[in-house]
């Protein structure tokens, strides 16, 4: 079976473009988590999606990041205006069931905003 | 104090040694806990999790102090595809029925031939 899909893989952008980050969970998993990792601050939770629903968005940094997930297959993380300390590795994960259950993750995004 | 507090190493052991990393937390309600695998420029991707009664696989040994609110990881016989890095992670409760996972910022081993 397929893991979680995500794509791109890498992408290098200017700062004050518009970044879109994808994602294809496992199906049948009903939890789809962001996640964005640096050295600073490790991996950090920035919001996940409960049946398609944001569940908690408490982690999202500011209102130039934004997600959505208008289907069970597929999600969003959409950066707008990007920045260059937006630089970071933006991880993808599914999970089964329930936000305490295994969660697997996707190959990651490794942005980089000049 | 953060939520998940781990050394970040690194731990240079040579083949064949044993090491334990540490791990304390600090929601006392926190009911899942987990050690996750990295490897360099990867994804995460789960170790085990760990149970109240301590769990072994293979190797590998999970042990958790709800008391002391601490978690461990016992490797033994190290080889040189145990390097990596190792994230605690520990479940926090929201305040309703839903939980959210919570990442150390992870320990660092190598494994030296």
């Known amino acids: 079976d397929a893991g979680v899909i995500q794509s791109p893989r890498h992408e290098v952008t200017e700062m004050g473009q518009e970044v879109t980050l994808r994602c294809k969970p496992i199906?049948?998993?009903?939890?789809l988590f962001w996640y964005r990792q640096t050295m600073m601050r490790g991996l950090e939770l920035l919001i996940y999606?409960?049946?398609?629903?944001?569940?908690?968005d408490s982690g999202m940094p500011e209102d130039r990041f934004s997600a959505k997930m208008p289907n069970a297959s597929f999600s969003t993380l959409k950066i707008q205006p990007s920045e260059p300390r937006d630089s970071a590795v933006y991880f993808c994960?599914?999970?089964?069931?329930?936000?305490?259950?295994?969660?697997?993750f996707g190959p990651g995004t490794r942005l980089t905003v000049l | 104090r953060k939520e998940v507090e781990q050394d970040p190493g690194p731990f240079n052991v040579p083949e064949g040694a044993t090491v334990a990393f540490n791990c304390t937390y600090s929601?006392?309600?926190?009911?899942?806990f987990f050690w996750y695998r990295q490897d360099c420029r990867k994804e995460p991707k789960l170790l085990m999790s760990v149970y109240s009664s301590g769990n072994e696989d293979g190797r590998f040994t999970a042990q958790l102090n709800r008391a002391s609110q601490y978690i461990s990881l016992l490797i033994r016989d190290s080889k040189l595809s145990d390097s990596a890095t190792y994230l605690c992670v520990v479940n926090m409760h929201l305040g309703d029925s839903s939980y959210k996972l919570i990442f150390g910022s992870g320990t660092r081993l190598l494994v030296r031939p």
């Open positions: 994960a599914s999970s089964p069931s329930g936000g305490s259950d295994t969660q697997y």
């Open positions: 199906s049948g998993h009903d939890y």
């Open positions: 999606f409960n049946n398609n629903v944001p569940i908690d």
């Open positions: 929601n006392s309600a926190s009911q899942s």
